[in-house]
């Protein structure tokens, strides 16, 4: 399991995320998945319960299916983009480890 970010520790600027979509956090080597639906953000560690890789492709986009489900890119291993709860796939089960955020100005900061 990967440590989380401690509180008050900027993950990214909103303006950097997809709407709707997942990116990477430049946390730590990419420890996060950040998750934009309008002006509501989620944060999960990139970590896949299934198959413990991470959950974004190299270049640190994440597979957001229909704005609402983030995909595994390794074993298609399906989440909820709000609850972390797996939805399909070999992960069943299992869920993300999610990690509260606040928005703060233009920022996304772990709480």
Do not use: Q, Y
């Amino acid at each position: 399991m990967r440590p989380k970010p401690p509180p008050g520790t900027i993950l990214g600027r909103l303006d950097d995320l997809p709407d709707p979509g997942a990116r990477a956090s430049a946390w730590e080597g990419r420890a996060v998945v950040l998750i934009r639906r309008g002006e509501t953000v989620t944060a999960f560690i990139n970590l896949c319960p299934h198959a413990g890789l991470p959950l974004c492709l190299p270049d640190g986009r994440g597979l957001l299916h229909k704005g609402e489900t983030l995909v595994c890119p390794v074993h298609g291993a399906s989440f909820d983009a709000a609850s972390g709860e797996c939805t399909g796939g070999p992960a069943a089960g299992d869920r993300l480890t999610a990690i509260p955020v606040e928005i703060v100005g233009a920022e996304v900061r772990a709480l």
